[in-house]
């Protein structure tokens, strides 16, 4: 059955001379996978730009549970995409937050609030600038530690409290183990989580606060949901 879709490109691998994969997640069908043209056609050329990481497009597929690899025409960009002329920093946000998505949003079924989340990230990744764009990956994936199942507990927090990853939770003293924070971190990670997406650019952070605070986070989703120690884009994005 042809089905029209809203998806947020993750990841483009070559499959062939010819065709390259696309994995997606759509707004009716949740994860799906898209054989594309590749090479250096007009209409290749075109689809890459849209379907750059996290582009949002529409687009139409005839979707069958006997088919992991799907085809997918008539693809238009969503208003707002930003894959159309993004700035440094918003492609750098892109493609971490693409690589991440790739790799946690696996097997998954359609789901109207994770949607929702991710099409409105989206929307306000394409309008920041300045300290919102280079503040706005910390942001996002903290939020998405709650769409994840996994959002920390922050119940028990007070000025000296120390944050349990393993845990989840703040508590009043250290725990046995390495996987925790104290002091101006643990305080940090509590500024993080009253922060609305939109409002990314009143963190305080520099350089280097971020991204001390990107390590914690990649740490608490590796401890809690899949490794995250494979991926390529933090190294880029630390030039933030």
Known sequence: MLTPLE????????????????????????????????????????????????????????????????????????????????SPAQSMSAMFLAEVLDSLLRRQEPDDSLSDFLFSSVDILSAATGAAAANFHIVFMYTFAHYAGIAPDTGEYSRNAVFDMREGRFRPSAPLHDDHIEGDEA????????????????????????????????????????????????????ML
């Open 7 to 86: 998806c947020i490109a993750l990841r483009t691998v070559r499959l062939t001379d010819s065709k390259n994969l696309l994995s997606v997640w759509s707004r009716e069908a949740g994860r799906l996978t898209f054989a594309i043209p590749a090479g250096s056609s007009r209409e290749a050329r075109r689809r890459r730009a849209l379907t750059a990481p996290l582009g949002t497009f529409c687009g139409v597929s005839d979707i069958r549970p006997d088919r992991e690899i799907l085809s997918v025409r008539d693809i238009m960009p969503l208003p707002g995409s930003p894959a159309m002329n993004p």
């Open 187 to 238: 305080r940090m990670m509590m500024l993080i989580s009253r922060t609305p997406l939109a409002r990314a650019a009143r963190l305080p952070l520099t350089r280097a606060t971020r991204n001390r605070a990107l390590d914690i986070i990649l740490r608490y989703f590796s401890l809690h949901l899949a490794p995250l120690s494979s991926l390529k884009s933090p190294e880029i994005l630390r």
